[in-house]
């Protein structure tokens, strides 16, 4: 007897029986290529680098229960396959292949007789993106007025700017900011006249806090960062080739060693709901180059650059999971906008609106919305940009703040 059994073809995904998980002992999370399965445990299977095939019981009494699930949501790409080992599955006898290849999904099977064999009683792929309650406001901070400067201003949920706050933070510019711990925000690295490695966490009502010790990583100046993994974040490239992970407590890890083109002036932005995307900067040349990044905070390999090479040009996230590159320079100042899909692909130029101008910061408001502001359109301007949720950008607003350049911004909530 051969052939396939897809996913739970007897059973519409989905459906629950009425056992309980509670008696289920959770396991280490499997990164093997084989698996020998015991009753009563559950397995989160990591299928990153490699398939994994499962060897059920070979004996096993009414009701004994198996839970597997896809811990890296890598299952579409590297599936499992079960070996039934002798027993029936879902009454097909174990000459028959079962396999399972739907990102994060869930299987709950349980043993029903000898006739049926093994029977999911839960077969279902979680919902794609994690139900986190997602920032609804911003705040820019730092940069230089015609000299580094400490301002920070708070982003509404409406977009609406508010004045200025003064004296939390060494003053400084070239830093970045981004999100962590899933509500809250980190400043970091930029130039006090020289390179620095200071943080400043950001609270989830968007209180600045005072210096951090410099992280064990270098000081650098002209860096770009992002949020990864919904809880997480990175900073990254600057005038030192390296990355510096932030956990979901706001700690700076130390360097790792960069990947892709060393360059400076840069922006990054979240896509996808978990992952990153570093683009654009200068290398002693103005490059569009992207380099994505996982929901583990691993920076891949350059990407070809799509639309206008440029430099110190700003992003952030829209629409929940989708980002947007704008404005730069190179020679010239540009204003227009480059959308990122949630698959990470950067589509062309947009033309421009709004005034154009280098060195923008740019962050998320309103959970689904973004905002560009500040820089230099041939001076330092206090000029915002407000995003829609389908990455429109809207004309000039001024008048809000102290005009600044090279200054960074990240969410709160």
Known sequence: MSGTIGDNVYRASGVIA???????????????STL????????PIDTTSNACTITLPGSA???DEIIFTDYAGTWGTNGIEIDSNGLNYQSRDDSWTVEYDTDDQVLH????????????????????????????????????DGSVCDITNLVSNAGVVQSDVTGVGTARDGLGGCEYGGDKGIFGYGSTGSATAVTNLVSNAGVVASDQAAVTGTARLAVAACSYGYDK???????????NLVSNAGVVATDVTGVGTDRTNLAACEYGGDKGIFGYGYT????GMTNLVTNLGVVGADVAGVGQTRHSPGACGYGEDKGIFGFGAGPGLFGMTNLVLNTGV?????????????????TQYGSDKGIFGFGDDGSVCDITNLVSNAGVVQSDVTGVGTARKFGAACSFN
């Open 109 to 144: 099977i349980v043993y029903i007789d000898a006739t049926e064999g093994w029977m999911p009683i839960l077969d279902k792929a979680v919902t794609d993106g994690v139900p986190v309650r997602l920032n609804t406001e911003g705040i820019f901070g730092f940069g230089n």
């Open 61 to 63: 009494s009414v009701g």
């Open 36 to 43: 020998t399965a015991v009753a009563g445990n559950g397995y």
């Open 233 to 243: 974040g990175i900073f990254g490239y600057g005038t030192a080739y390296d990355f």
């Open 18 to 32: 009425s056992a309980a998980a509670g008696g289920i002992s959770w396991q280490d999370v499997v990164t093997g």
């Open 346 to 362: 950067v589509g062309s130029d947009v033309a421009a609106v709004g005034t154009a101008r280098k060195y923008p910061a740019a």
């Open 284 to 287: 002693g040349a103005y490059v």
